[in-house]
Each structure stands twice: as C-alpha cells, then as structure tokens.
C-alpha cells in the first residue's frame, strides 16, 4: 500500500458499556479526501473525536505519521476541526474567530493578519472581516468555521456533517466548493456525512459503517457496483437485493431462471444474494426477457420513470425513460456485468 | 371605553400606594439628611452638616472602610469559587447535579438569622477568635449561592463543543476557559459579582453575629446608633441607598439598554 497519514488500529470504543466501535481498522492517505458514511448513532462522529484527541479509545492505536498519538491531548495535535454546528465563538468578530489559532501560537499581527484575510479570500468571505457572528448566514458561518481551522495549516482536517445544517441549494454548492477548497490546499480531509449522494460524489473514498463496525472501504464507484452486502447495497442508493443460488463461476440462479454473471471465486451452490440495480433493468417486451412481470406503479421523477414490475416471485424496481401503462406485460433482462452477487450477510 | 379608562386609573393607583409604601420611608431618610436642625419632623433649611459630622466621626468611616473593603473581598472570592463550580457542575452526573443545586438553594431560601447562629456555632466551636476575618469568611459563604445562581443557567446554554473547538485550534484547557468559556459566560458572571456585592454591603444580621471585637460594618453602627435620633444616620443610610441603587441599576438596567442597542443595530444593518 502506499503511505500511511493516519492508521487506526484495532481501535474499540464503549460508552456505558455499550460497544460504539468495534475493532475499527482504517487508514488514511495524504491529500485523501475521505468520507465516513453511515445511518445516525452508527460511530462516526467517535471516530473524528477520536483522531481530534477529544476522546480516547478504549484499546488499540491511532497512528499519526508513524507515531502513536493516542495520549496527545487535542491541542498538540496536527490536526483540525469543523464541528457539526460549527461551533464558532460568537462574542468575536470573523476575523478574530479565524485568527483564534494563530494567537494562540503567538504569530506575528501582520502574518495573522495576511494569513487571516487570505483564507477568509478563498472561502469567498472577503470584507467580511468585522461582522459578527450571529449577522452571518449557515452558509456563510460554515465558511467561516472552514476558514478557522484551515488557516492554522493542520496535515488534516475533520469535517463533522458539515453541511447537514444547508438547504438543498446550497448544501450542493458548499459540496463543489469543499471539494475545490481541499484540491487548492493540497491536504487530508476527513468529512463526516449521512447522505450517501454526498459521499459518493466528493469523496476519493468511502468508509460505509453501521452499528460501530466498518462494512465496506472503497472508491465511491466500487462501493455503488460492488456493495460487499446488504446493508451496503441499500444504503448507496436504490436497489433489488434477490436471494440467489450461485451455482458455479460465472452462473448464478434466482427467481427460478439462471443468469450469466461475471462473479467467481463462491462455492459450488452456495447461497448469496444478488444486487440489480433499478438502472440495470432493462425492460422488453414480454417474450424476450428472462423473467415476466406486470407494471403496478410509475412514478414520473424528472429524468426518467420509476416503475414498480410484479413478478412471479416478487416486486421489481425498474427505471425507464418510456412509459408503461399500468398492467402492462413487461420482460425483464439484466446483462451479466451488471449482476453483482454477494456473500449473504449473517444476520445481526 | 369608559371601563377601560376606570380601570387603567385604578392600576395607575395601585401601583402609585404599592410605590409609596415601599419608597417614602427612603424618601423621607434622604430628604431629612439634608435637614439643618436635628429634627426628623420639621425641616429647618437645607445642610450639609450631617455628611459633614459623617466624615469626622472615625468610629462611623472605620464601619464604612469595613463593609467596603469585606464587599469587594468577598465579591471578588465567591465570584471566583462560584463560577468554577458553576462549571464543573454542568461537568458533573446528573444525580449530583441535582443534589448540588438543590443544597445550593437552600442557603439562600434559609432566613439569615439560621445562617448566622450557624456560623456562630462553627466560629465558636472551632475557637475562631471573632472579628474581621470571621466576617469575611461568613460573607463569601453566603454570596457564593448567589454567584452560582447566576451563573449556572449561562453555563448550560453553553455548546460544549466550544471548549473543544478552543482546544482544537491550540488552546490548553486552561486557556480555553480562560479566552473562550469565562467571555461566553461575562453576563452572569457580571450579574453574579453585582448580586454578591449588594449582598455583601447591605447584611446586617449575619455579619452582627459573626463579627466581634469592635469590628462594625454600616449595617451594625447604624444599628446601634438609631438608639438616639442622630440624623448622622440618615446621611449614611442615604449612602447606603445609592450605593445599592446605582448597583441594582447597573444589574437590571444596563443588560437592558445593551440588549436593546443590539437589537436596534441588528434591525438597522438588516435594513441597509
Ligand atoms: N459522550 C457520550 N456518552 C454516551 N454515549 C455516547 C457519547 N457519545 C456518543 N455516544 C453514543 O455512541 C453512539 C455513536 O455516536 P456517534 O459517534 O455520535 O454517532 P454518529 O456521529 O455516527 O451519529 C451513539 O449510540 C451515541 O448515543
Ligand atoms: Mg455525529
């Protein structure tokens, strides 16, 4: 593997002997922009807290450059934050909430002052030097609060749902711009979310977690065709997860009809789970699908139609830009590379 | 139409008796300490005379020097131990905070005179010769309830990840508290310090109990001393007065006008 910023090893987390984190195993690369995904309550925020140093790990070790940091306290550490609500001193004005590091450190006014202003630049807050905090918008408090912790140049910085507070507009917005800020600083970021669109579109790479444990690791194209379980496959995104026979490499069986895949390496008959997405459907006539069902639902979406297929064994989700009138007879085929078979889950 | 001016008249005198009975007495106070003769009844002239015999008598400024001196002491101290207890008690259990704010009560709901043979008992017991520093000892004990009081609600509107954030861009925990959580917290410190002041300044039955040794504060001379007429008395009182006054003033009015002026600034920039 290439190297290492940060590593977590084996790293486990009670809070009143409830298990939080489960022998988390993660490493970080420089300049990674890397995004921990999960449902509310599943670990995330613990995990930031745990590499920020404001909360310690019951056991295993975080890795910082090659050394153990695990019993640095926050303010010796490489790295900063922006907080869920930002979190920013509300008696001071911009400019002395983004400049709050550089005091502390005891830089210089006049490179307080130049570094100050350029940040406040390049998050788009020129001027806006001497308001106060509660004059700002959420858009613009979260620049400000971006601002505060760039400017101290950290190796990292930790993004705790940070646009979860936006609306829609601009919450798309702050997401291209995040992206651009972290390409022009050249560094680690670390971005918290529960939006899987969020994750999938900014990130370098995904963490998928759920109940403290990590369920996949990968690039957001990975983790959205090759979801390693159930829990992965529903949470990025919609999609059919159908109970399945694989009966050798390269041939899997669900809905009583076989299906040329492109997965291998299961044993012989093994029972797993297959993942067709609502895209990869594609929808024929009756007499020229594998398997036939009936439209019971469309819904137009703007792009294109969801529509619900009645099938022998069991509903289908489909996406299609033709409309199909309710109880319409429709085959349905799926090519091989877009079948994706997983180990099925145990169950929890 | 009618009605509603007869009963807008009859607040207006209900509220005019309610003032009265509360304000004469200090309004009469005052207005004699300018009499020229000693009489409380009939006013003479206007004078000077009795702020003047105040300043010469020594017995009566070694008092003042006293409940000034053991005001600021014990402002300054219980606002100190107050406001870090109001602090860690946000850190605390939730069981032990409970506890703790209910104990902290009761102090203050307590009437003084149970506090003071409190004190009484413990000073003796430990035989703890009475006198000055008894009396200041006695004073922060009462004032820090107040200080707590007042601080605490600030404390729990506090964001907890504002210590955090302090420490995330290099602050220790000292100076955390110090440059983020003491300027969040000003307001009810400032409000704290003011209460303990006034308590501290103007406690007669406490401080009676616990001093000794010729150690008299304002409230205990002019005790003694109202066993004559002695418009000296009146003089201090009206000092008294103002000295409270002006410091309610500033606790109750100040934030006021502050929070007004914001508001008008905030309604006017959103204007412009
Ligand atoms: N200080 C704490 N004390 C007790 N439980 C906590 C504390 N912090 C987090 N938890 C619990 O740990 C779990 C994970 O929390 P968190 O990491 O905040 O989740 P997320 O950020 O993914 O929503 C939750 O069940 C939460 O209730
Ligand atoms: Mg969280």
């Keep these: 593997m290439k190297n290492k910023l940060i590593e977590l090893k084996n790293i486990t987390k009670s809070f009143d002997q409830q298990e939080v984190l489960h022998n988390i195993q993660l490493y970080i690369r420089p300049n990674e922009f890397l995004t921990l995904l999960g449902p509310s309550g599943c670990g995330k925020t613990t995990i930031l807290r745990i590499i920020g140093g404001f909360e310690e790990a019951d056991s295993g070790e975080v890795i910082f450059d090659g050394k153990d940091i695990a019993k640095l306290p926050p303010y010796k550490r490489e790295v900063n934050t922006v907080f869920q609500k930002y979190a920013l001193f509300p008696f001071m004005n911009v400019f002395d909430n983004v400049a709050f590091g550089l ?20 998050v788009g807050l020129e001027g806006f030097e001497k308001r106060k905090i509660d004059q700002l918008s959420g858009g613009q408090q979260q620049r400000v609060a971006i601002a505060r912790a760039l400017v101290n140049e950290p190796k990292v910085l930790l993004l705790d749902e940070p646009l979860s ?22 560094i680690t970021f670390i971005f918290v979310t529960h939006d899987q669109e969020e994750a999938l579109s900014m990130s370098d790479t995904v963490v998928v977690m759920n109940h403290g444990n990590i369920q996949q690791i990968g690039t957001p194209i990975d983790i959205y065709n090759e979801p390693k379980n159930r829990f992965v496959a529903e949470f990025i995104g919609e999609s059919n997860i159908i109970p ?3 009966k050798k490499d390269m041939l899997v069986a669900f809905d009583g009809v076989d299906f040329e895949c492109v997965d291998s390496g299961f044993a012989p008959n093994e029972e797993v789970e297959v993942v067709l997405r609502p895209e990869d459907l594609v929808l024929t006539p009756p007499q020229f699908g594998k398997i036939t069902a009936t439209v019971t ?11 619900i297929l009645k099938g022998e064994h069991r509903d289908y989700k489909a996406q299609t830009t033709e409309y199909h009138e309710i109880g319409t007879e429709l085959g349905i085929s799926v090519i091989p590379s877009n079948i994706h078979v997983m180990h099925k889950m145990k169950e929890v | 139409m009618k009605k509603f001016q007869k009963s807008k008249l009859f607040y207006g005198l209900y509220i005019g008796v309610i003032f009265a009975f509360f304000y004469l007495p200090i309004v009469v106070t005052m207005f004699f300490s300018f009499n020229s003769s000693k009489s409380l009844t009939h006013f003479s002239g206007f004078s000077l005379r009795w702020y003047g015999n105040l300043i010469k008598d020594t017995e009566i400024m070694q008092a003042v020097y006293v409940s000034i001196s053991i005001a600021i002491l014990a402002t300054i101290i219980s606002t100190i131990i107050g406001t870090l207890t109001a602090i860690g008690l946000s850190k605390c259990r939730k069981l032990v905070r409970e506890m703790l704010l209910n104990v902290n009560n009761i102090p203050m709901m307590n009437p003084d005179i149970v506090t003071a043979i409190g004190f009484l008992i413990l000073f003796s017991s430990l035989r703890i010769p009475k006198g000055y520093y008894t009396m200041l000892m006695a004073h922060i004990t009462f004032c820090i309830p107040y200080v707590i009081t007042s601080v605490y609600p600030k404390v729990k509107t506090l964001d907890p990840n504002l210590a955090d954030a302090a420490m995330d861009l290099g602050a220790s925990p000292f100076m ?34 616990v001093t000794g040794n010729g150690v008299s504060n304002i409230s205990i001379i002019v005790y003694n001393m109202t066993k004559r007429t002695n418009p000296t008395i009146n003089a201090l009182s009206t000092i008294v007065i103002l000295v409270i006054f002006v410091t309610m003033f500033i606790v109750k009015v100040i934030p006021y006008l502050i929070g007004k002026r914001r508001k008008e600034q905030l309604a006017y920039e959103e204007n412009n």
């Design chain 1, 103 to 122: 005091n502390i450190k005891k830089v210089s006014k006049a490179e307080t002052k130049k570094r100050v202003l350029e940040m406040l630049k390049l």
């Design chain 1, 297 to 307: 639902d469309i819904t137009f979406k703007g792009v294109h139609y969801e529509i």
């Design chain 1, 165 to 186: 507070a936006l609306d829609a507009k601009l919450r798309k917005e702050m997401q291209m711009e995040l992206k651009k800020i972290q390409k022009k600083v050249g």
């Design chain 1, 244 to 246: 399945a026979i694989m």
């Design chain 2, 176 to 209: 955390a508290l110090y440059k983020v959580i003491l300027p969040m917290l000003r307001e009810g410190i400032f409000a704290g310090a003011l209460l303990a002041f006034t308590m501290s300044f103007d406690d007669f039955v406490i401080s009676y109990f």
